[in-house]
Protein backbone atom coordinates (compact mmCIF):
# COMPACT_ATOMS: atom_id res chain seq x y z
CA UNK A 1 0.00 0.00 0.00
CA UNK A 2 1.33 3.45 -1.09
CA UNK A 3 2.62 6.11 1.97
CA UNK A 4 0.90 9.05 2.44
CA UNK A 5 2.61 12.63 3.74
CA UNK A 6 1.51 15.09 5.28
CA UNK A 7 1.70 18.22 6.89
CA UNK A 8 1.70 17.47 10.59
CA UNK A 9 -0.26 20.65 11.48
CA UNK A 10 -2.15 23.45 10.33
CA UNK A 11 -3.58 26.67 11.71
CA UNK A 12 -6.97 28.75 10.18
CA UNK A 13 -9.46 31.08 11.18
CA UNK A 14 -13.01 30.24 11.17
CA UNK A 15 -14.63 31.28 7.48
CA UNK A 16 -11.00 30.79 5.71
CA UNK A 17 -11.19 27.92 3.21
CA UNK A 18 -8.25 25.19 4.26
CA UNK A 19 -6.56 23.28 1.82
CA UNK A 20 -4.52 20.06 2.96
CA UNK A 21 -2.33 18.34 0.58
CA UNK A 22 -1.18 14.79 0.72
CA UNK A 23 1.83 13.54 -1.27
CA UNK A 24 1.63 9.82 -2.21
CA UNK A 25 4.31 8.97 -5.34
CA UNK A 26 4.03 5.66 -5.03
CA UNK A 27 0.66 5.37 -6.17
CA UNK A 28 -0.69 2.41 -7.63
CA UNK A 29 -2.84 2.46 -10.51
CA UNK A 30 -6.30 0.51 -8.61
CA UNK A 31 -5.49 2.76 -6.03
CA UNK A 32 -8.22 5.42 -4.30
CA UNK A 33 -7.49 8.46 -2.29
CA UNK A 34 -9.75 8.81 0.60
CA UNK A 35 -9.72 11.23 3.57
CA UNK A 36 -11.21 10.88 6.56
CA UNK A 37 -12.01 13.42 9.56
CA UNK A 38 -11.45 12.59 13.91
CA UNK A 39 -12.41 14.40 16.85
CA UNK A 40 -10.74 13.94 19.63
CA UNK A 41 -12.35 10.83 21.50
CA UNK A 42 -14.06 9.54 18.42
CA UNK A 43 -13.48 7.16 15.50
CA UNK A 44 -12.39 8.18 12.22
CA UNK A 45 -15.36 9.51 9.87
CA UNK A 46 -15.26 9.28 6.20
CA UNK A 47 -15.20 12.72 4.17
CA UNK A 48 -14.73 12.12 0.15
CA UNK A 49 -13.13 9.66 -1.71
CA UNK A 50 -11.77 10.41 -5.64
CA UNK A 51 -9.65 8.98 -7.92
CA UNK A 52 -8.70 11.52 -10.05
CA UNK A 53 -9.53 15.06 -11.45
CA UNK A 54 -11.97 16.67 -8.85
CA UNK A 55 -14.81 14.80 -5.91
CA UNK A 56 -16.96 17.39 -4.64
CA UNK A 57 -19.96 16.54 -2.22
CA UNK A 58 -21.66 18.42 0.75
CA UNK A 59 -18.50 18.59 3.51
CA UNK A 60 -15.21 18.91 0.92
CA UNK A 61 -13.31 19.16 -2.41
CA UNK A 62 -10.88 16.68 -3.55
CA UNK A 63 -8.24 17.71 -5.98
CA UNK A 64 -5.92 15.56 -7.37
CA UNK A 65 -3.74 16.05 -10.69
CA UNK A 66 -3.23 13.96 -13.79
CA UNK A 67 -0.23 12.17 -12.54
CA UNK A 68 -2.32 11.62 -9.08
CA UNK A 69 1.41 11.68 -6.81
CA UNK A 70 -0.69 14.19 -4.64
CA UNK A 71 -3.77 15.13 -3.51
CA UNK A 72 -5.64 18.03 -1.83
CA UNK A 73 -8.36 18.36 0.55
CA UNK A 74 -10.47 21.86 0.36
CA UNK A 75 -12.53 22.65 2.90
CA UNK A 76 -14.74 26.09 2.09
CA UNK A 77 -15.33 28.06 5.29
CA UNK A 78 -14.03 25.97 8.09
CA UNK A 79 -15.71 26.46 11.64
CA UNK A 80 -14.10 25.62 15.08
CA UNK A 81 -16.40 22.80 14.86
CA UNK A 82 -14.16 21.82 12.07
CA UNK A 83 -10.78 21.40 14.55
CA UNK A 84 -10.01 17.79 14.02
CA UNK A 85 -7.07 15.53 12.70
CA UNK A 86 -7.41 14.56 9.33
CA UNK A 87 -5.93 11.65 7.35
CA UNK A 88 -5.16 11.02 4.04
CA UNK A 89 -4.90 7.17 2.83
CA UNK A 90 -4.65 5.60 -0.26
CA UNK A 91 -5.73 1.68 -1.32
CA UNK A 92 -7.77 -0.16 -3.78
CA UNK A 93 -11.20 -0.76 -3.70
CA UNK A 94 -13.05 -3.98 -2.05
CA UNK A 95 -14.40 -6.69 -3.81
CA UNK A 96 -17.61 -4.74 -3.51
CA UNK A 97 -16.49 -1.34 -5.48
CA UNK A 98 -16.26 0.35 -2.33
CA UNK A 99 -14.11 1.25 0.56
CA UNK A 100 -10.37 -0.31 0.48
CA UNK A 101 -10.67 -3.41 2.68
CA UNK A 102 -7.18 -2.58 5.10
CA UNK A 103 -6.82 0.99 6.16
CA UNK A 104 -3.37 1.87 6.40
CA UNK A 105 -3.04 5.79 8.30
CA UNK A 106 -0.27 8.12 7.83
CA UNK A 107 0.61 10.71 10.70
CA UNK A 108 -2.87 12.60 9.86
CA UNK A 109 -2.70 16.46 9.94
CA UNK A 110 -4.18 18.57 12.82
CA UNK A 111 -5.81 21.12 11.73
CA UNK A 112 -6.73 23.84 14.58
CA UNK A 113 -9.53 26.80 13.60
CA UNK A 114 -9.52 29.74 15.68
CA UNK A 115 -11.68 32.53 16.27
CA UNK B 1 -24.64 3.44 6.88
CA UNK B 2 -23.64 1.36 10.34
CA UNK B 3 -24.06 2.08 13.67
CA UNK B 4 -21.63 0.51 16.12
CA UNK B 5 -20.80 0.19 19.41
CA UNK B 6 -18.25 -0.88 21.78
CA UNK B 7 -18.03 -2.02 25.51
CA UNK B 8 -16.42 -1.15 27.55
CA UNK B 9 -15.94 2.47 26.59
CA UNK B 10 -13.22 2.93 29.05
CA UNK B 11 -11.24 0.68 31.86
CA UNK B 12 -8.37 0.99 34.07
CA UNK B 13 -6.54 -2.52 34.46
CA UNK B 14 -3.64 -3.84 36.01
CA UNK B 15 -0.35 -5.16 34.88
CA UNK B 16 -0.44 -8.94 34.06
CA UNK B 17 -4.31 -9.08 33.40
CA UNK B 18 -6.96 -9.37 30.33
CA UNK B 19 -9.72 -7.37 29.07
CA UNK B 20 -11.86 -8.67 26.25
CA UNK B 21 -13.59 -5.22 24.28
CA UNK B 22 -16.87 -6.18 22.65
CA UNK B 23 -17.94 -4.67 18.80
CA UNK B 24 -21.47 -4.14 17.56
CA UNK B 25 -22.61 -3.53 14.58
CA UNK B 26 -26.35 -3.02 13.80
CA UNK B 27 -26.16 -4.90 10.46
CA UNK B 28 -24.65 -7.74 8.88
CA UNK B 29 -21.11 -7.45 7.77
CA UNK B 30 -18.26 -9.53 6.26
CA UNK B 31 -15.17 -8.10 7.39
CA UNK B 32 -14.38 -6.14 10.34
CA UNK B 33 -11.28 -4.58 11.96
CA UNK B 34 -9.53 -4.26 14.62
CA UNK B 35 -7.24 -0.34 15.14
CA UNK B 36 -4.95 0.37 17.89
CA UNK B 37 -4.55 4.25 18.48
CA UNK B 38 -1.44 4.88 20.96
CA UNK B 39 -1.86 8.53 22.92
CA UNK B 40 -1.61 11.53 20.43
CA UNK B 41 -0.44 8.83 17.39
CA UNK B 42 -1.93 7.69 14.17
CA UNK B 43 -4.41 4.17 13.99
CA UNK B 44 -2.47 1.13 13.87
CA UNK B 45 -4.69 -1.85 11.89
CA UNK B 46 -3.74 -4.92 14.50
CA UNK B 47 -5.74 -8.10 12.35
CA UNK B 48 -9.07 -8.42 9.88
CA UNK B 49 -11.79 -10.40 11.10
CA UNK B 50 -13.91 -12.61 8.89
CA UNK B 51 -17.12 -14.33 10.29
CA UNK B 52 -16.12 -18.40 10.58
CA UNK B 53 -11.99 -17.99 9.78
CA UNK B 54 -9.03 -17.10 11.80
CA UNK B 55 -8.27 -13.55 12.18
CA UNK B 56 -5.58 -12.46 10.29
CA UNK B 57 -2.88 -10.26 11.68
CA UNK B 58 -0.72 -7.53 10.33
CA UNK B 59 2.74 -7.64 10.90
CA UNK B 60 4.21 -6.98 15.13
CA UNK B 61 0.71 -8.53 16.10
CA UNK B 62 -0.09 -12.01 17.47
CA UNK B 63 -2.65 -14.05 18.10
CA UNK B 64 -1.41 -14.94 21.53
CA UNK B 65 -1.57 -11.44 22.46
CA UNK B 66 -4.73 -10.42 20.93
CA UNK B 67 -6.84 -13.02 20.40
CA UNK B 68 -9.66 -12.20 18.08
CA UNK B 69 -13.18 -13.69 18.21
CA UNK B 70 -15.77 -12.89 15.46
CA UNK B 71 -18.97 -15.85 16.13
CA UNK B 72 -21.55 -14.28 13.90
CA UNK B 73 -22.18 -11.55 11.23
CA UNK B 74 -22.61 -8.42 13.71
CA UNK B 75 -19.98 -9.22 16.65
CA UNK B 76 -16.34 -9.55 17.62
CA UNK B 77 -14.22 -9.54 20.33
CA UNK B 78 -10.50 -8.35 20.92
CA UNK B 79 -8.73 -9.55 23.61
CA UNK B 80 -5.79 -7.44 25.10
CA UNK B 81 -3.90 -10.51 26.61
CA UNK B 82 -1.48 -10.05 29.41
CA UNK B 83 -1.23 -6.30 29.70
CA UNK B 84 1.45 -3.98 30.31
CA UNK B 85 1.34 -0.02 30.40
CA UNK B 86 2.67 -0.30 26.93
CA UNK B 87 -1.06 -1.31 26.06
CA UNK B 88 -2.57 1.46 27.03
CA UNK B 89 -4.10 3.13 23.69
CA UNK B 90 -7.79 3.29 22.29
CA UNK B 91 -8.98 0.01 20.43
CA UNK B 92 -11.29 1.00 17.79
CA UNK B 93 -13.61 -1.46 15.54
CA UNK B 94 -14.34 -1.04 11.69
CA UNK B 95 -16.69 -2.30 9.29
CA UNK B 96 -16.59 -1.97 5.92
CA UNK B 97 -19.14 -0.78 3.83
CA UNK B 98 -21.52 -2.60 2.13
CA UNK B 99 -22.42 -2.81 -1.55
CA UNK B 100 -20.23 -0.38 -3.02
CA UNK B 101 -20.27 2.44 -0.41
CA UNK B 102 -16.77 4.13 0.02
CA UNK B 103 -16.46 4.61 3.63
CA UNK B 104 -15.70 2.44 6.30
CA UNK B 105 -17.47 2.48 9.29
CA UNK B 106 -15.26 3.48 12.95
CA UNK B 107 -16.80 2.47 16.47
CA UNK B 108 -16.24 5.11 19.49
CA UNK B 109 -13.08 3.45 20.88
CA UNK B 110 -12.28 1.64 23.91
CA UNK B 111 -10.01 3.83 25.97
CA UNK B 112 -7.57 1.55 27.77
CA UNK B 113 -5.28 2.61 30.71
CA UNK B 114 -3.25 0.01 32.40
CA UNK B 115 -1.56 0.60 35.45
Same mark, same amino acid.
Given at each position: ?9 ? !? ?18 ? !? ?34 ? !? ?23 ? !? ?23 | ????? *????? $?? =? ?8 ? =????? *????? /?????? @? ?10 ? *? ?10 ? &? $?? /? @? ?6 ? /? ?8 ? @?? $??? &??? =? ?9 ? *? /? ?10
Amino acid at each position: LAKTTQPISM !DSYEGQEVNITCSHNNIATN !DYITWYQQFPSQGPRFIIQGYKTKVTNEVASLFIPA !DRKSSTLSLPRVSLSDTAVYYCLVG !DKNRYGGATNKLIFGTGTLLAVQP | SAVIS *QKPSR $DI =CQRGTSLTIQ =CQVDS *QVTMM /FWYRQQ @PGQSLTLIATAN *QGSEATYESGFV &I $DK /F @PISRPNLT /FSTLTVSNMS @PE $DSS &IYL =CSVEARHGGDE *Q /FFGPGTRLTVL
